[in-house]
């Protein structure tokens, strides 16, 4: 099978843009979820997604949004970018207890 | 609130020592104990997962052993080699997101 793919892998945008990043998760797969990866905080939760619905959110601000599509794909919206949010953005796709990462979008705000 | 506590930061070890990595939980909610393997410009890899009524699980040269009173767990890696060099991120599972120690940068020594 292949395994979950991110587009873009890498992206610079500007304060006070917004973004979106895509996933594509394992065939299969029916759960999605997000995480941020930074130096200072580590990877952190965002957001989980399981046949088009949110079952679970991060301690993240509103400016973070995400939604899934009947086939499973995920993408997921930062709005009104911030310095701070220069990251490494990950999809991981997920069966039964199982979280299986993409190589993530590497997103660089100036 | 860190709900997962990894260390050491970082291990450095000689080629066929043994690299041990630690981690201490709060949750005991939390329902599912994996360990992921990060090299540089990768997303993390899922190495080997434990549940709570288990006290230890071992695949190859990778061991985990979980303490459920004293709320802990180890990754032990046996005969560790030059590649094994990586990030080592502890995680623990409630619901659909997981809680992710800071990692251990371990380093293996030719």
């Known amino acids: 099978k292949a395994g979950v793919t991110q587009t873009p892998r890498y992206l610079i945008k500007t304060r006070g843009q917004q973004v979106t990043l895509s996933c594509s998760p394992i065939s299969g797969h029916r759960s999605v979820s997000w995480y941020q990866q930074t130096p200072g905080q580590g990877l952190q939760f965002l957001f989980e997604y399981f046949s088009e619905t949110q079952r679970n959110k991060g301690n993240f601000p509103g400016r973070f949004s995400g939604r899934q599509f009947s086939n499973s794909r995920s993408e997921m919206n930062v709005s009104t970018l911030e310095l701070g949010d220069s990251a490494l953005y990950l999809c991981?796709?997920?069966?039964?207890?199982?979280?299986?990462f993409g190589p993530g979008t590497r997103l660089t705000v100036l | 609130q860190q709900q997962v506590k990894q260390s050491p930061q970082s291990l450095i070890v000689q080629k066929g020592g043994i690299s041990i990595i630690n981690c201490a939980y709060e949750?005991?909610?939390?329902?599912?104990f994996p360990w992921y393997q990060q090299f540089p410009g990768k997303g993390p890899a899922l190495l080997i997962a434990?549940?709570?009524?288990?006290s230890e699980k071992k695949e190859g040269r990778f061991t985990i052993s979980f303490n459920k009173s004293a709320k802990q767990f180890s990754l032990h890696i046996m005969d560790s080699q030059p590649g094994d060099s990586a990030t080592y991120f502890c995680a623990a599972k409630q619901g659909g997101k997981l809680i992710f120690g800071q990692g251990t940068e371990l380093s293996v020594k030719p």
């Open positions: 949750n005991t909610a939390f329902d599912y």
């Open positions: 991981a796709s997920s069966w039964e207890n199982e979280q299986f």
């Open positions: 434990i549940r709570p009524d288990v």
